[in-house]
């Protein structure tokens, strides 16, 4: 009898792995951008987006296959089926009609971070400033619209890290973006920088899929993520990573 429940408990496993093999893939592009998508100490991918995915996709019976990008290549990826979503700290807002959207699953505030003995102490003192933002942001969309300060330059960059390196050495008067990714950003020396009270604006971050995508997974997805705010799941996470509740994150991020 043994023998046969060894046999009868392997036959499970094996059938369990196959059919986790046969999963089907839903192929992710992220750039990396912490705390929602990198690389932690031993290499392997981590963050919110990252693990907020990883519980979605197994909700909704896929394997998530994450493909790190470039952001400003995001959209031909995603329209040319190299990748078939953008899972990125991605905001939904003014992006309705490019893409076919999952979420949104959290709310992240775009702020503007300062040197801590600058005279910038309002958005309107922006005006005839500097200021460095990543490319096809929200950041840059609010600077390049009709009621933001007149900036001086505004300094597109490929990603957070690079905007604030400029901003670190004096090229820029101010860097704007997500505020999760400025905090983990300013965290080593926090009182080198000042935050303006006023966010630029509370976005809604969700999932981009090509127009054409299955309605099916994309509405599965979103059901999947309603279903993980309303549980905690999301929250747990965000607070594993720092921030908050989503709805936190929307009020202070």
């Given at each position: 009898?043994a023998?046969?429940?060894?046999?009868?408990?392997?036959?499970a496993?094996?059938?369990?792995?196959e059919?986790?093999?046969e999963?089907?893939?839903?192929r992710?592009?992220?750039?990396v951008?912490?705390?929602?998508?990198?690389?932690?100490?031993?290499?392997?991918?981590?963050g919110?987006?990252f693990e907020i995915?990883?519980e979605?996709?197994?909700?909704?019976?896929?394997?998530?296959?994450?493909t790190e990008?470039q952001?400003e290549?995001?959209g031909?990826?995603?329209?040319?089926g190299t990748?078939?979503?953008?899972?990125?700290c991605?905001a939904?807002?003014d992006?309705?009609e490019q893409?076919?959207?999952?979420g949104p699953?959290?709310?992240s505030?775009?702020?503007v971070?300062?040197?801590?003995?600058?005279d910038i102490?309002t958005l309107?003192?922006?005006?005839?400033?500097?200021?460095?933002?990543?490319v096809?942001?929200n950041?840059?969309r609010?600077f390049?619209g009709?009621?933001?300060p007149?900036?001086?330059?505004v300094s597109?960059f490929?990603d957070?890290?690079?905007a604030?390196?400029a901003?670190?050495?004096?090229?820029?008067?101010?860097?704007?973006g997500?505020?999760?990714t400025?905090?983990?950003?300013t965290?080593?020396q926090?009182?080198?920088?000042r935050y303006l009270?006023?966010p630029?604006l509370?976005?809604?971050?969700?999932?981009a899929?090509?127009?054409?995508?299955d309605?099916?997974?994309?509405?599965s997805?979103?059901?999947?993520l309603t279903?993980m705010?309303?549980?905690g799941?999301?929250?747990?996470?965000t607070?594993?990573?720092g921030?908050?509740?989503?709805?936190?994150?929307?009020?202070?991020k």
């Amino acid at each position: 009898m043994a023998g046969v429940f060894l046999l009868t408990g392997c036959s499970a496993v094996q059938k369990e792995t196959e059919s986790a093999k046969e999963l089907p893939q839903l192929r992710i592009g992220s750039a990396v951008s912490a705390p929602y998508f990198y690389r932690g100490e031993d290499g392997a991918y981590t963050g919110v987006d990252f693990e907020i995915a990883k519980e979605a996709c197994r909700r909704i019976g896929y394997e998530p296959v994450f493909t790190e990008i470039q952001w400003e290549d995001k959209g031909d990826l995603v329209q040319d089926g190299t990748v078939d979503c953008i899972w990125s700290c991605f905001a939904m807002d003014d992006r309705m009609e490019q893409y076919q959207w999952a979420g949104p699953y959290l709310k992240s505030a775009v702020v503007v971070v300062v040197a801590a003995d600058s005279d910038i102490e309002t958005l309107s003192d922006l005006e005839g400033k500097d200021v460095a933002v990543r490319v096809d942001s929200n950041a840059e969309r609010y600077f390049l619209g009709a009621h933001a300060p007149d900036a001086n330059e505004v300094s597109t960059f490929s990603d957070m890290e690079q905007a604030f390196v400029a901003f670190g050495k004096g090229y820029c008067d101010a860097v704007v973006g997500h505020e999760a990714t400025l905090e983990e950003l300013t965290s080593d020396q926090p009182e080198l920088y000042r935050y303006l009270d006023e966010p630029i604006l509370t976005a809604n971050l969700g999932v981009a899929f090509r127009k054409d995508a299955d309605t099916d997974l994309v509405g599965s997805l979103t059901d999947a993520l309603t279903n993980m705010q309303e549980d905690g799941t999301i929250a747990a996470i965000t607070e594993h990573y720092g921030f908050g509740t989503e709805d936190e994150a929307g009020d202070a991020k």
